[in-house]
């Protein structure tokens, strides 16, 4: 079997993905994942049975288009969907700027009678046909798509509305007596006559115009899973200094190959996991453990590519190159979660697939009813384009990218970025969230937990020549005017001695019960005497403990999942009032995504993260957030964003994403409620273009007020 990964455009939603899943594996031979929110399909396949090229043209017959993905070692850097991407972006924006300039004259001109001149209905009827044919494309496209194939979405109740609505005005135009000169939209208690004088175009234009600037936003924000994926690998060293024959040559990392040894200087990225063969220094593993305190390297120590060289000069034999890297492997991770997690399917589509076959069904019920009761085909017809007319609300186009403009712009407001609408649909089934320890509900960085001023003093007129984290943190919180010092020496896996005052002070890491309980420990001698010690530590942010017992009020169960060791972890789990049973300590990327997934198993599972090693768990959790001083990775696997760096964010943006869910949802409601109440009097024939245009205009005006009081969240 070969397996190879398609890139698969023209999706727009669950329901796409799924069907071209299903079309790939009738294919003998055949096992395919489709995944709608990555647009990858991954296909094992028998090559003697059937090739790439026919499977890239399954995909082309079920109605949307594919490529073949390169290899991620070829150019980390390239999103292959992104061209694709930015001209569907691209279509988007000028099919939304071309509407919105005729749908405003549109709506203005049917809605206002003292702006209706002479002739009025022909001028609104060209460019509400401008719309209906240019604008409404994409969606009419995806409806006959999804028809051919016996599926009904979002896109088919709006293109099945908007044509009803169109066809509806053609016939009072061309055939009623709306294309009469000097007509007017005026409003009648009771019908008339029995063809139709009342034209909708303007709801024609209006919805598509709205829709296409949902639709925008949806594809500017779609694909950030892949941008994750480059984020990660664009995180590796891009040059090597390679030392042969006894001299250093800088090549592209792409040429490294196992067993060349390599130089990595004070500062710069370890090019690939290798071992040390020379030299001792500290190495910032932050990036695997999560954890701000560099590790002590000395020759025969492993290291690991696109970590960071704190300190001391290493040199450095490769042991896996390419594909072979834990980067690699963290890259791969983080892909296989993002395809392995099941996107929501929109609560607008579901209600789709039940509303629209039923409306269809009510519709031709009641033009075959007409006709057998001698009505004629005028009436018949014309009642029968009057349930789909009425039953098919325009406030649809209203309801979901209203609520979305209000809440994420809200949100921007608080702090929080909120990624797309699938995200608050994952946000209301929520019972269990993970939390990263450092940077998320402590501060990430080592603070001086108590010293006494004087060895502070000491210890910072010696460091002040530091790099080291440690040595930032006794410098940043010495408050005394620091001496001078001579003769500074870094002591590898030691630390490091100076010349202060004619004597020799020499600052060191120790091993005391204190780093048992969670902090760091450095002991300052004087000339070989012990004078005293200081205690640093990662302190819990100040809001830590008050977000945990909200979230507990929210109904989550929160957990605590770190690289750090189980005494740190669970000193900070008591201070935030984290149970001990809920403490998962000492893991590396691999295992906070196992962690994700055995939880899942049970429960509904959000993260919080802010490091490159939380990025795979963050993509694989049903709901990740990130923190927004973290890493471009973390940011890009999450689906929610917290700016302020603080755990209270959480809450907030769990309470605005279900608020703004619910509002939605109360949006949908409405938009169907004040239309399918009147099916019945469609169906009679006796459709009142009053009742019909009070039903659209108050559904419309309900969804955008009951939207806008979204702006009236508040955060706790």
């Known amino acids: ?44 396949f028998d090559p003697a049975q059937t090739s790439p090229s026919e499977l890239i043209e399954v995909v082309r017959r079920t109605g949307y288009d594919a490529f073949e993905m390169q290899s991620q070692s070829e150019d980390p850097g390239v999103d292959p969907h992104s061209d694709a991407r930015d001209g569907e972006a691209s279509d988007l924006k000028a099919r939304l700027i071309a509407s919105s300039v005729f749908a405003v004259p549109v709506m203005l001109i049917s809605m206002i009678p003292a702006l209706q001149f002479m002739h009025w209905q022909w001028a609104v009827l060209a460019m509400a046909t401008y719309v209906y044919l240019y604008g409404g494309a994409p969606f009419h496209r995806s409806a006959l798509i999804n028809l051919r194939h016996g599926s009904f979405t979002m896109d088919t109740l709006v293109s099945l509305g908007t044509s009803a609505a169109f066809l509806w005005s053609l016939w009072a135009l061309f055939i009623g007596n709306a294309g009469h000169a000097g007509m007017k939209m005026h409003m009648h208690l009771f019908p008339r006559d029995t063809t139709m004088d009342e034209i909708y175009l303007e709801s024609v234009a209006v ?22 994926l480059r984020a990660l690998l664009d995180m590796g060293a891009k040059e090597v200094s390679l030392l042969r024959d006894g001299e250093e040559h800088r090549i592209p990392i792409s040429q490294l190959q196992v067993g060349d040894e390599f130089l990595v200087r004070p500062g710069e990225k370890v090019a690939t996991d290798g071992i040390v063969v020379e030299g001792a220094s500290a190495v910032d593993e932050s990036m695997l453990t999560g954890e701000p305190v560099p590790v002590e390297k000395a020759a025969g120590d492993s290291v690991t590519g696109a970590t960071i060289n704190a300190s001391g000069r290493l040199v450095v034999k490769a042991t896996q190159v390419g594909e072979s890297t834990t980067l690699a492997r963290m890259a791969r991770m983080v892909t296989q979660a993002q395809a392995q997690k099941a996107p929501v399917q929109r609560l607008v589509d579901r209600i789709s697939q039940v509303f629209v076959p039923t409306v269809i069904a009510l519709s031709l019920l009641t033009l075959v009813v007409h006709l057998l009761l001698g009505h004629g085909i005028a009436p018949a017809f014309t009642a029968a384009v009057a349930v789909l007319i009425i039953a098919c609300p325009c406030a649809l186009g209203l309801a979901t990218p209203t609520a979305l403009l209000v809440g994420t712009g809200r949100g921007a407001q608080l702090g929080l970025l909120i990624k797309g609408p699938e995200v608050l649909e994952s946000t209301r089934r929520v019972t269990a969230i993970l939390l990263d320890k450092t940077g998320t509900v402590t501060t990430g960085r080592l603070a001086v937990e108590s010293a006494d001023p004087q060895l502070l003093q000491l210890a910072a007129s010696v ?24 003769d500074f020496e870094s002591l590898p896996g030691q630390g490091v001695r100076a010349i202060v005052d004619g004597h020799e002070v020499r600052v060191e890491r120790s091993e005391g019960e204190l780093a048992v309980e969670g902090t760091t420990q450095v002991d300052v001698l004087v ?15 100040p809001g830590s403990a008050s977000a945990v017992a909200k979230l507990k009020v929210l109904g989550l169960t929160p957990w605590l999942l770190t690289g750090d060791n189980a005494s740190a972890a669970q000193v900070v789990a008591e201070e935030v009032g984290i149970a001990s049973e809920h403490v998962i300590a000492g893991v590396r990327p691999e295992d906070k995504l196992a962690e994700v997934r055995r939880l899942q198993e049970s429960e509904v599972v959000a993260m919080v993260g802010d490091g490159v090693n939380d990025a795979a768990a963050l993509a694989q959790a049903d709901l990740g957030l990130a923190m927004g001083a973290g890493t471009d990775v973390a940011i890009e696997a999450a689906d929610i964003t917290l700016m302020n760096n603080d755990l209270s964010s959480v809450v907030n943006a769990l309470r605005l994403s279900r608020r703004t869910l619910s509002t939605i949802r109360g949006n949908l409601f409405w938009a169907f409620a004040y239309n399918v109440v009147l099916i019945p009097v469609a169906a009679a024939g006796l459709l009142n273009p009053m009742l019909a245009g009070i039903a659209m205009a108050f559904s419309s005006v309900f969804v955008v007020s009951n939207s806008l009081r979204l702006r009236n969240f508040k955060e706790q």
């Open 463 to 486: 460091e002040q020549s530091s790099e080291h984290p440690i040595a930032k943190a006794i410098v940043h919180a010495c408050e005394l005017p620091l001496l001078s010092s001579t």
């Open 1 to 44: 079997m070969q397996t190879i990964e398609l890139g698969v455009t023209g999706m727009t939603c669950t329901s796409c993905s799924g069907r071209v899943e299903r079309k790939l594996n009738k294919v003998e031979g055949v096992e395919a994942a489709v995944n709608f929110a990555t647009e990858t399909a991954t296909i094992s």
């Open 527 to 541: 000339n070989g005497e012990l004078r005293g010690s200081i205690v640093l530590r990662d302190a819990v942010k």
């Open 207 to 228: 919805v598509i115009a709205f829709l296409l600037l949902g639709r925008w936003f949806e594809v500017r924000a779609k694909g950030r899973s892949s941008e994750a």
